[in-house]
């Protein structure tokens, strides 16, 4: 059974940086598609970001690339999102999921359609100005 478990959320001012952490079990942490979300308040949700261990594609949205990195530990089972430079509209719950279409490469495409059939419970990032 496919579980995660996201944290590391937090309140933090304009241009600081925190790291999310998504906690897997259930799979093979060696052959995998890690993707994060963000819904703001009032918001619908937006793909942020996806890493593939499949074929190493990884995908950025615009408003994030430059300023977020994805990076796994297989020998932890852990994903993580490096936020820097984080700005008030950056303000979101979090989410991970894995468990995308097969074959799909990272993309914008896959962020906007794909069904990721697993996710996180969200960690909650807020941002001051």
């Known amino acids: 059974d496919v579980q995660l478990q996201a944290s590391g959320g937090g309140l933090v001012q304009t241009g600081g940086s925190l790291r999310l952490s998504c906690v897997a079990s259930g799979f093979t942490f060696d052959d995998y598609v890690i993707a994060w979300f963000r819904q703001a308040p009032g918001k619908g949700r937006e793909g942020v970001s996806c890493f593939s261990s499949r074929d190493g594609s990884i995908y950025y949205v615009d408003s994030v690339r430059g300023r977020f990195t994805v990076s796994s530990d297989n020998a932890k089972n852990t994903a993580y999102l490096q936020m820097n430079s984080l700005k008030p509209e950056d303000t979101a719950v979090y989410y991970c999921?894995?468990?995308?279409?097969?074959?799909?490469?990272?993309?914008?495409?896959?962020?906007?359609?794909?069904?990721?059939?697993?996710w996180g419970q969200g960690t909650l990032v807020t941002v001051s100005s």
């Open positions: 999921a894995t468990d995308p279409p097969a074959g799909v490469m990272c993309s914008s495409w896959l962020l906007k359609h794909g069904d990721f059939d697993s």
